[in-house]
């Protein structure tokens, strides 16, 4: 399950399907490209999601097929995103 | 006073002497230096530029460019920047005292003024409109800036874009603009009564040259700006003016890597630059007409207006 960190807070500012986000703890500031916002926010809005789900939330986001490809982006991008420490595994 | 009405002599005294203190944008400093190089420069470059008596007058930042306390200067005439004491900087030859001066002073800025975020970008600006002009060396930034402030845009900087971190608008900080290689000749061509100084040949740049800022950008250089666009330039030889919008989030992150205090600022590096962008239209701007550039910057200008 994952879930989008609430500690330390993040400050996100998005411009239309793009977003950048500040992350107090480590002072870095990362860019989230169309695909990695829309993740990002389906994990805020429904935290203790497997990635099983966010995946075909996601898929029912973004008007698009639910396939193994788009798993194999939603685990890659998770990854990305708790390296960041923007997500957290619960 | 202004600069222009001191004597040469008694400019060339006072450097040597006390020092003198000079008003930059929002920047007060007193500078010392033996170097007549450094006496001529401000001569030719800052003569808009108030001056006070040193004794009477707060400065921000004390500074001097001397020559350097080692043997080399027997050998080969150096020049040292000194800030506070400090020395940021490796000695230079001493006919590279004023582009020096120049470095040293951005140097002081941007290691120092934290009230404000800064960005390593050139500004301009048109009914109260400023265009942020960031780009890596080499992109035609000086040139582009030096033709837009010479056809009726006002010079806010030429390296180091301030933005109050209070109010979101931008500081000026009119000073020379510095020219590099080719892009000397290209300004002389474009307006051949601008005054550029002597060359500095060899720096760490090539050939370096600076341009006397436009005395209307010197007068009014305690009036802000509201940011209206962030434009990144290219010239390429040959190609038409090409304006392409780019993406907000990309500007942002290119401009926080490109500041010199954003991690210094945390959040509120953050905030005030996420409000620039806002309120700033972006682009990229590939040009290889300097006449065709300014009609574009024109234009953009206008449409905001109407």
Known sequence: MTHASSHPPRLLKNWGDEAVVYDAASGDTHYLKPLTLALYQTCRDHPGYTAHEIAAALATRLGVQNVPHLHELTEETLASLRRFGLLESA | ?306
């Open chain 2, 1 to 306: 006073m202004k600069l222009l009405q001191l004597p040469r002599a008694e400019l060339r005294r006072q450097l040597a002497g006390a020092g003198v203190w000079l008003r930059t944008g929002p920047f007060s400093l007193k500078l010392q230096s033996r170097i007549p190089f450094v006496a001529e420069g401000l001569a030719q470059l800052y003569g808009q530029f108030e001056v006070r008596n040193v004794h009477e007058a707060f400065a921000d930042f004390q500074v001097s460019v001397n020559p350097p306390a080692s043997l080399r200067r027997w050998v080969r005439p150096q020049a040292a920047f000194s800030f506070d004491g400090m020395q940021p900087f490796e000695p230079l030859p001493r006919d590279q005292a004023f582009p020096m001066l120049e470095r040293g002073l951005n140097w002081c800025v941007s290691t120092q003024a934290h009230q404000y975020l800064i960005i390593h970008a050139a500004a301009v600006e048109k009914n109260g409109l400023a265009a942020i002009l960031p780009a890596p060396p080499g992109s035609g930034k000086s040139t582009l800036t030096a033709g837009l402030v010479l056809s009726g845009w006002r010079l806010l900087s030429d390296e180091l874009t301030l933005i109050d971190l209070r109010t979101g608008l931008i500081q000026p900080l009119p000073r020379p603009i510095r020219l590099k290689n080719q892009s000397i000749d290209v300004i002389r061509l474009f307006s051949p009564d601008t005054y550029i100084n002597r060359p500095s040949h060899d720096t760490i740049k090539g050939t370096v040259a600076h341009m006397r800022p436009p005395r209307e950008s010197v007068l009014r250089q305690h009036e802000t700006a509201r940011p209206g666009w962030v434009v990144f330039p290219k010239w390429e030889a040959g190609i038409p003016a090409t304006l392409t919008p780019r993406s907000k989030a990309q500007t942002f992150m290119f401009l926080a890597q490109n500041a010199f205090n954003y991690r210094h600022l945390g959040a509120d590096g953050f905030r005030i630059g996420t409000t620039l962008i806002d309120q700033a239209a972006c682009f990229d701007f590939h040009y290889g007409a300097l006449d065709e550039a300014v009609a574009t910057f024109d234009r953009l200008a206008e449409r905001r207006k109407s």
